[in-house]
């Protein structure tokens, strides 16, 4: 079944995308050997847990003391990153940190968690590009494949529980649950 485009809803044109205006803060041959590094080294079970923290940190992220970072973790661009202290992130993490993202200390990013600065505008014809910066407060829990995306604050304390997409900023405190609702 398809459906007719929305009133000033311009037709998608992918041939028209550019990254017009993004600027990846790095240049090629830095962001070269950063994907290198991750696929080959960082990504891998074998990769101590100290040894991916160093290697964060040697590509431009601010990470605290005490952070566990556990195998097949996905990292953009390190150089966009800030992590507190004691801070767990865990199995299949997606940081997809087109723009910045933040993480406070005594933060959890359980399995398969993905946060995502980047995003497209549907209505423009070049489907250009919508980023924002992600921040996790302190003691905030991002639970197993929930979802945080671009421009969004995740408060003090707060939960982003299973399966959950966090699409606007969640208070100090607050839990996002993930819906059951069907859409037809």
């Known amino acids: 079944m398809t459906t007719e485009p929305e009133r000033g809803v311009n037709v998608r044109r992918l041939s028209s995308f550019t990254q017009a205006g993004y600027d990846k803060g790095a240049p090629k041959w830095k962001q070269a050997a950063w994907f290198a590094v991750m696929n080959l080294v960082f990504f891998r079970w074998w990769c101590p847990r100290g040894l991916r923290v160093r290697l964060l940190r040697s590509f431009g992220a601010s990470i605290g003391e005490n952070v566990f970072i556990r195998h097949r973790v996905r990292v953009l661009w390190p150089w966009k990153l800030t992590v507190g202290d004691d801070c767990w992130i865990g199995e299949d993490v997606w940081i997809l940190n087109l723009e910045p993202v933040t993480i406070g200390s005594d933060v959890c990013l359980s399995q398969g968690a993905m946060l995502c600065t980047g995003s497209h505008d549907r209505r423009r014809a070049d489907f250009a590009y919508r980023n924002a910066p992600i921040v996790v407060e302190r003691g905030a829990w991002v639970a197993v494949?929930?979802?945080?995306?671009?421009?969004?604050?995740?408060?003090?304390?707060?939960?982003?529980?299973?399966?959950?997409?966090?699409?606007?900023?969640?208070?100090?405190?607050?839990?996002?649950?993930?819906?059951?609702?069907?859409?037809?």
Not at 156 to 173: C, L, Q, R
């Open 145 to 184: 494949r929930a979802t945080v995306l671009a421009g969004v604050t995740i408060g003090e304390e707060a939960v982003v529980g299973a399966g959950a997409v966090a699409s606007k900023d969640v208070s100090a405190g607050s839990v996002v649950v993930a819906s059951t609702q069907v859409v037809d």
